[in-house]
């Protein structure tokens, strides 16, 4: 079965507001088995919009990142995130 990936670009704009959404989504994302490959480091944006930070979760398949991602306690840890940063958030099914 194809594994789901859930993968962000992010610029933070308030880092102090943002450590909040770190510290709350990050043991949700853990409850639906979410495991982190990427979580922020060097990167180089050759092409497209510009954003600060990246990261990519990998879970099990597509049902548990939507499903993570559907998670209202979620939802409300991504409030934080949308108040303080600006981000593209992708959900992929993958190899």
């Known amino acids: ?24 989504d990050t043991p949700i994302i853990e409850s639906y088995g979410g495991r982190p490959l990427v979580r922020g480091g060097v990167s180089e ?16 398949d597509f049902a548990q990142a939507k499903a993570l991602y559907n998670d209202p306690e979620y939802q409300k840890a991504a409030q934080i995130r949308r108040d303080n940063a600006s981000s ?3 959900l992929v099914e993958g190899v």
């Open 88 to 90: 593209m958030i992708v």
């Open 1 to 24: 079965m194809p594994k789901g990936y859930i993968i962000g670009h992010i610029t933070v704009n308030k880092a102090e507001a943002y450590q909040e959404y770190i510290v709350r």
């Open 45 to 60: 944006e050759p092409e497209g919009p510009q954003f600060a930070r990246h990261v990519i979760f990998e879970f099990d």
